[in-house]
């Protein structure tokens, strides 16, 4: 027994769930306080920072974190040190020129920025990209070797400290500005720890060559816009929202309850896919295409068959969820939330398609995928956004034209809140679409490398959910 509990323990697959399942608590609980210890504006503000932080964090690690994982796959000793070494000389490069461009826009566009909600990302972006560099190469570094054992010991650190000191500011109840620095700090002391234990290898930055440099920004110069495409297809929902004069950081606010809790249930697909993609790459490099397309089967089928039961409870209780989360001035966003289960039905075969498509040497093509992805989310969102806040004015004319100046203000309230909502909804029927055209986008893609049969993904999970179940029950 100790034996088959060491083994479970020992499994990648385990410990990269557990990675992601641990720091989604501990963030799913550091949302939770800051939610009710922040006023709505303000909150939107925060949300406004950690989006606008991440999508420029994939910017900067969008040309490394692929390529250093799949090639670092297959290399010897004295090639990886050389890989590691690229890896962090340019993530260094590329941190200090947009830490710069950051400085440079805030100083010419301070008053504009001011007024808006994105202050906090430029005063404080420049500070956070330096804070956390060290952390962001270990990851990476970690997850090629698959070693999801120290990927959870420092993102235990990273999210853990942060939220032990959220949960004695509820008591302290200290502002933002304090929230802020702890942040900060706890991205610090995670990446002191990564060069102190060398997991971020960075005593091999001047090994690198024009050899290495060569391999990883060949392979990066697609990612990086994959990376940065599939993190527009969830901020760009967040960036429209904030710009809208109409919506602006209250908007912000009620949409990320249900994007949370969305992204809590992406748990297991990004642990699966974190495992999936180094054995995907090997067998690729190795020549083995037919096991290549059993691991996208396997996964994509099995993904879909386990997220499915979770998808239908989430949206029959999709109120309560939110009010757990959010609180009672959240529940109005509910019907959003039911409409990201019904994307969630399609996120694994989109994103096991897309894992494949880099695994098999084809960021081009995963790159295209997204570029469509992206471009159809971006114009759903501004025909929602800007469309609703038309129909709002009209609304608002024709509610003072025909109402008593006594009537004005309460039926103006209530439209807005109902077009508010509305609009909402719009941005999330955006994503289904945009899910459904990199489906098919990738597909054709894929199909003409690997000869794919999409009913296949079906029999593999199938075999996915026999075999897990077997495993348990020998347990």
Not at 442 to 468: A, I, P, Q, S, T
């Amino acid at each position: 027994m100790a034996t088959k509990i060491a083994r479970v323990f020992s499994n990648n697959n385990f410990l990269s769930l557990t990675n992601n399942g641990i720091v989604a608590v501990f963030g799913f609980l550091s949302f939770l306080m800051l939610v009710r210890m922040l006023p709505q504006e303000v909150f939107g503000e925060w949300i406004l920072f950690i989006t606008l932080s991440n999508f420029v964090d994939m910017l900067r690690f969008g040309i490394t974190r692929t390529a250093i994982i799949r090639f670092l796959s297959g290399a010897d000793e004295e090639e990886s040190k050389k890989l590691i070494g690229s890896n962090n000389l340019i993530n260094l490069i590329s941190t200090v020129l947009l830490a710069l461009l950051t400085i440079l826009i805030y100083f010419f566009f301070k008053t504009s920025i001011d007024e808006s909600g994105f202050g906090m990302f430029f005063v404080w972006y420049p500070v956070l990209s330096f804070f956390n560099l060290t952390f962001n190469n270990a990851q990476s570094i970690q997850q090629a070797k698959l070693r999801f054992d120290i990927m959870l010991w420092l993102r235990l650190i990273n999210v853990g400290s942060f939220m032990v000191f959220l949960t004695f500011n509820m008591f302290l109840k200290f502002d933002i500005s304090v929230i802020l620095w702890a942040y900060l700090l706890t991205n610090l002391l995670s990446s002191i720890m990564s060069s102190f234990l060398n997991w971020d290898g960075i005593k091999f930055t001047f090994m690198a060559n024009k050899a290495t440099h060569k391999i990883v920004l060949n392979f990066g110069k697609y990612t990086t816009g994959t990376l940065i495409g599939s993190n527009l297809l969830k901020s760009s929902d967040t960036f429209i929202i904030g710009i809208s004069p109409f919506l602006g950081t209250t908007g912000v606010a009620l949409y990320s309850i249900p994007l949370k809790l969305t992204e809590i249930i992406e748990i297991p697909l990004r642990s699966f896919t974190a495992t999936a993609f180094p054995g995907m790459s090997k067998a690729s490099i190795e020549n083995r295409p037919e096991l290549v397309k059993e691991i996208f089967y396997r996964n994509a089928g099995g993904m879909t068959f386990l997220l499915a039961p979770v998808m239908l409870i989430c949206f029959i209780f999709a109120e309560q969820a939110v009010l757990i989360l959010g609180g009672p001035e959240y529940v109005q966003t509910a019907n959003v939330f039911r409409i990201f289960c019904i994307y969630g039905l399609f996120l694994p075969i989109d994103r096991f398609i897309g894992v494949t498509l880099d695994s098999i040497n084809r960021p081009r093509q995963n790159f295209v995928k997204v570029v469509y992805m992206a471009l159809s989310n971006i114009i759903g969102d501004l025909i929602a956004v800007f469309g609703m806040s038309f129909l709002f004015a009209g609304l608002s004319l024709t509610v003072f034209m025909l109402s008593s100046q006594s009537e004005v203000s309460d039926i103006f309230f209530m439209a807005k809140e109902y077009t508010v909502i509305k609009t909402l909804e719009w941005v999330a029927y955006a994503t289904i679409l945009f899910t459904i055209i990199g489906i098919f986008v990738g597909y054709v893609f894929l199909h003409r490398e690997l000869d794919l049969r999409l009913r296949n993904v079906f029999g593999g999970g199938m075999l996915f959910l026999k075999e897990n179940y077997k495993n348990l029950i020998r347990f």
